[in-house]
């Protein structure tokens, strides 16, 4: 298998998302998702929390909710594809992420994920967006916030 060279005056094939001089205060941008029982488990998988909230339908019958919920992180991780994807976009680091969960999400809740630009961090060139997070019936399941870096201007 041999090494690939490119040449430096080749651009690259893809584009980065909105630098910091590109973006304003209320450009926002959303991912949508509907979370499925799959979802769960391999989330599960992944984090290795295996809480019998979220796996076990008969011990979730004895909580509050009545049925299993998805690990709150998972809907919150829906801001990742607005941020690195839209929002700022290709190239954006994020810095920080903040979230308080409002309300459960249940298997088949289809859920928003809207990062909004709040906050232009101009001596460090970083930016604030404000995040939700709503199911299918407009009702919030998580508000925060991210603190991102967005791409260079190339």
């Known amino acids: 298998m041999g090494i690939l060279h490119f040449k430096s005056a080749e651009k690259p094939s893809y584009q980065l998302g909105y630098s910091y001089d590109e973006l304003e205060i209320g450009m926002s941008a959303t991912f949508t998702k509907t979370i499925t029982e799959t979802d769960v488990y391999l989330f599960a998988g992944i984090s290795g929390d295996f809480n019998p909230m979220h796996v076990n339908e008969e011990f979730a019958k004895t909580t509050p909710f009545g049925t299993r919920i998805a ?3 998972l ?3 829906l ?3 607005v941020l690195g994807m839209k929002l700022p976009g290709l190239g ?3 810095l920080e992420i903040s979230c308080r969960f409002k309300a459960p999400t249940y298997f088949g809740d289809t859920i ?3 990062a909004i630009v709040s906050e232009m961090l101009a001596e460090k060139r970083w930016v604030r967006l404000d995040c939700e997070f709503t ?3 407009g009702k919030m399941v998580a508000i925060g916030s991210a603190l ?3 791409p260079p201007k190339l």
């Open 71 to 73: 690990h709150g992180a």
């Open 75 to 77: 809907p919150q991780s």
């Open 79 to 81: 801001i990742a594809p």
């Open 92 to 94: 954006t680091v994020a």
């Open 112 to 114: 928003t994920a809207k």
């Open 135 to 137: 199911n299918q019936d």
């Open 148 to 150: 991102v870096i967005p």
